[in-house]
């Protein structure tokens, strides 16, 4: 593409005034002076006279008659700021069209003029436009204009800078100040707008000049092409694939009734005379093809001082193209035409240029008027494609394939409003998977009430298929895992992911709460898959929707259904958005409305939060003292018996302690022993069910006293003994493994200790692990012999003998260090997998006591010949931080 008109960068302000800090700095406040430049007088105008130096711009008109020089003259004064610059100004004359002449002075920001060796204007300049007046109109030199040029100002992608363009004309030059702006570009060239010119008859600004963009090296590369009148109706377009987005001018600011559709509207430029260089820039779509353009240029019911384009440019990123249009438009009523291109283009940018126009009757001869109510007029441009006079289904047909034909009929399907998407749901089922990918794009594009019927579907369907092929692919996996592995279960492949339905999921929460009428009508009456995929939808985006639609759901879902439903309605009920929604279900009237099962699941669904709303106990009461509880309903009601006992819900706390110590059913008890651990009050109540009859509510109460000893909670007195008790005594090896660990997670006690050593002898390795683990965590040096004895002795099992290690560890046993060196070199090479494990636990327990020569000790696991992970426990243990004391 050829340069534009405009060569410069445009830095933004904050870079501008680091430059003009950086020359401040280095030159000081003095200025190095610049020679004084005459301009002489010219017809009708003062000779002037301009200086620059430390003082500022110094200017004097003189007469015509006279000598003229800078002496005596007005001193302009210039910002704080561009003082210091002025030793690097230069001043310009200009001459214009008519002989006249202004001074354009500026100074480069960077300190020195701009030149062969920089862009002209790098860094921007501040520029000053200076005038004789008149002759007869006084002495004082006019300032028509100043301030900085290519310094933009604004955010990113809407900055504007000034810029000054000195545009030759004839024998002479136009002189024309405007904003370059980044969101008004001529497909990406940079485009003066909101013009105006210097006036050679008043040496005034004036408002509203057109300017030609379009540099004239590239106006004379253009590509030319003749407009052809079209006698009998074109192929119509389905759908207007230009978009107006900018315009450099336009009456009433109506730039985008140039592409409506519409033959009664038109786009009028909105500047004086023929509107050389006025523009409209329209967005299109890469993947189409254009051959060609059909243009409209008279409005059905006119324009006031409306006329014709003699020629326009149409513009691309990197092509330009002249059209001649061959007679005046603004004389053929209705007329159309067409602009064949000489080949097909694909632009995301076009944009239309006018260049010379039709004089209209009145005024005056051949060639560009100038009358100040002319206004250069086009009614409609649409773009010609190799889709023109198809209809939306053909265009929903063509997507078939996904090749470039079907992505350029997506992409005019994407610019075609609800007719198009309408047209695209409609086609959908017939698409192949690639067609409908491309399909679901151009349904992105409608507003969220058009998709969310679409889009629900294919969560239905889709949860459906997936649900049907799950078991499928199951039973594919079973048969071939039993040809390839015999005796190993083998573990299906997970299915592939459905891309319909990750997009129906998708953009069903972009929507959020204008799915939840139709996802809340799937959850009542959608298939049982298509329920479950609805119901977790709707949790998420609309959850105080979701809340009865979900408990409405839930009366009659039964299995695996029914667990899915219950996780949603507990993933809504959680949201604060749900809140005010919650606290309505649990009042004690709108509870009792719905069936026993879904006040349970609601209650359960609230998890911890069920103390936090209002009405919760009162709803928890109303359930638990029905007389006849079954069985379900007892067991059920634990959790939230435990959560209103946490908020001090004494009533709830007072079921649970029952529950634990009374009720007959065995798994009631384990249930409440469970929740228990979690309620500081109910650890006397803990201790008590250690020594229930069933084995595993004691070991329930056992393990639930552990998590409320790691928690930080103090246990009766007691607790240690009868811990101890069933460490010692208890036939179940589960039982007796939990009382350990329990009493491990406890402080150390001389007794507790005792239990622990006692339990070295157990049959179970298990119970002498666990043992071992609680006697490292209490530090129990008092007993680090017999631990020594366990990790020493070859007989025990391995895991008892690792544990040990780890103990003896804990215990700062510096005595082993050198059988822990021995175990871990022994690990590089190990005969069985015991001298694996034995290594492993060895560096962990050099790693906490650190010996100083810990480095010497593991250097030859630290060669390349070592296995990976052997390697790397050994550079953990180097860099591990001492847990012992060095002696």
Request: aromatic share 2%.
């Amino acid at each position: 593409m050829s340069r534009s008109p405009f060569r410069f960068r445009r830095p933004r302000l904050g870079a501008a005034a680091g430059l003009i800090a950086a020359s401040a700095a280095v030159g000081g406040s003095a200025a190095a002076q610049v020679a004084p430049v005459v301009l002489p007088h010219a017809a009708g105008q003062q000779a002037l006279a301009v200086r620059i130096d430390a003082g500022g711009v110094t200017a004097r008109a003189c007469p015509a008659a006279a000598a003229c020089a800078p002496d005596g003259g007005k001193v302009l004064a210039v910002p704080s700021e561009v003082a210091p610059l002025l030793g690097g100004a230069r001043v310009v004359p200009v001459t214009l069209a008519d002989g006249k002449r202004l001074a354009k002075i500026e100074v480069p920001a960077a300190g020195k003029p701009a030149g062969a060796g920089a862009p002209e204007g790098a860094g921007g300049s501040w520029v000053m436009l200076l005038a004789a007046p008149l002759a007869g109109k006084g002495t004082e030199p006019l300032v028509l204009w100043s301030g900085w040029t290519g310094v933009a100002t604004g955010e990113h992608g809407e900055g504007r800078s000034d810029a000054v363009v000195v545009e030759p004309l004839g024998s002479g030059n136009r002189v024309l100040l405007g904003q370059l702006r980044d969101d008004v570009t001529l497909c990406g060239r940079p485009a003066l707008v909101g013009a105006s010119e210097v006036d050679p008859r008043t040496m005034m600004l004036l408002k509203g000049a057109s300017f030609q963009n379009l540099s004239a090296e590239e106006r004379r590369a253009a590509g030319k092409v003749v407009a052809e009148r079209r006698d009998a109706d074109a192929p119509v377009a389905t759908f207007r694939l230009l978009r107006p987005t900018a315009a450099s001018s336009a009456v009433g600011k109506r730039f985008a009734e140039i592409a409506d559709g519409d033959p009664k509207t038109a786009w009028s430029e909105g500047k004086v005379g023929a509107g050389r260089g006025e523009f409209v820039s329209f967005s299109s779509a890469d993947e189409v093809g254009i051959t060609g353009l059909g243009l409209r240029i008279k409005p059905s019911d006119g324009v006031e001082g409306g006329a014709a384009p003699r020629t326009l440019f149409v513009a691309t990123p990197d092509r330009l193209f002249q059209v001649s249009l061959p007679e005046d438009a603004w004389l053929k009523e209705s007329a159309g035409y067409e602009v064949k291109l000489p080949e097909e283009i694909k632009a995301s940018c076009i944009a239309v240029v006018l260049d010379d126009a039709y004089a209209p009757a009145g005024a005056g001869g051949r060639g560009a008027p100038s009358a100040p109510e002319v206004r250069v007029t086009i009614a409609e441009v649409t773009a010609r494609t190799a889709f023109d006079g198809q209809n939306p289904a053909a265009l929903v047909g063509a997507l078939a394939g996904g090749g470039e034909r079907s992505r350029a009929a997506a992409a005019l399907l994407a610019r075609g409003g609800p007719e198009a998407v309408e047209a695209a749901i409609a086609g959908y089922d017939r698409l192949d998977p690639a067609g409908r990918q491309l399909a679901r794009g151009v349904i992105d594009t409608a507003p969220c009430a058009v998709q969310i019927p679409f889009l629900t579907a294919r969560l239905a369907s889709g949860a459906a298929s997936a649900a049907q092929l799950a078991p499928g692919a199951a039973s594919a996996g079973r048969a071939s895992g039993l040809a390839s592995a015999p005796g190993r279960a083998p573990r299906a492949a997970p299915p592939e992911p459905d891309p319909e339905l990750h997009h129906a999921r998708d953009r069903i929460r972009r929507c959020g709460r204008a799915a939840a009428p139709a996802l809340a009508e799937i959850v009542k009456a959608g298939a049982p898959a298509a329920r479950v995929a609805a119901a977790r939808e709707l949790a998420l985006v609309a959850p105080a929707e979701a809340i009865p639609a979900l408990l409405d759901a839930l009366a009659g879902a039964r299995g695996g259904a029914r667990r899915e439903l219950r996780a949603a309605l507990a993933l809504a009920a959680r949201s604060e958005r749900a809140a005010s929604v919650v606290e309505e279900e649990v009042q004690l009237e709108r509870l009792r409305a719905r069936p026993e099962d879904a006040q349970l699941d609601l209650l359960r669904a609230l998890g911890p939060a069920l103390g936090r709303v209002k009405g919760g106990g009162a709803a928890f009461q109303a359930l638990a003292s029905a007389g006849g509880a079954p069985f379900e309903r007892r067991y059920l009601l634990q959790a939230p018996a435990a959560a209103l006992a946490r908020a001090g819900e004494a009533p709830a706390e007072a079921y649970l302690r029952a529950s634990l110590r009374k009720d007959a059913d065995a798994h009631v008890r384990l249930r409440a022993a469970e929740v228990a651990a979690d309620v500081p009050a109910l650890a006397p109540d803990l201790l008590a069910a250690a020594s229930d009859p069933d084995a595993r509510v004691r070991e329930a109460a056992i393990v639930a006293l552990a998590r409320a000893v790691s928690a930080g909670a103090k246990l009766p007195a007691g607790a240690g003994e009868a811990l101890a008790a069933r460490l010692t005594s208890d036939p179940w090896t589960f039982i007796r493994g939990g009382a350990a660990l329990a009493i491990g997670a406890m402080p150390a006690t001389t007794a507790g200790d005792r239990a622990l050593v006692g339990a070295l002898a157990d049959s179970s390795p298990e119970v002498r692990q666990h043992a071992l683990d609680g006697l490292g965590a209490h530090r129990a040096t008092a007993h680090i012999e017999v631990v020594r004895d366990r990790a020493e002795d070859k007989e025990e099992d391995v895991e008892v003998r690792a544990r040990a290690i780890l103990a003896l560890g804990a215990m700062c046993d510096a005595s082993s260090v050198d059988l822990w060196t021995r175990l871990a070199l022994r690990a590089k090479s190990p005969i069985g997998e015991h001298d694996q494990r034995l290594g492993s636990a060895a560096l962990a327990a050099l790693g906490s006591v650190h010996p100083a020569d810990l480095p010497a000790r593991l250097k030859p696991l630290l060669d390349k010949d070592t296995p990976h992970g052997l390697r790397e426990a050994a550079r953990a243990a180097l860099s591990a931080p001492p847990q012992c004391r060095r002696r």
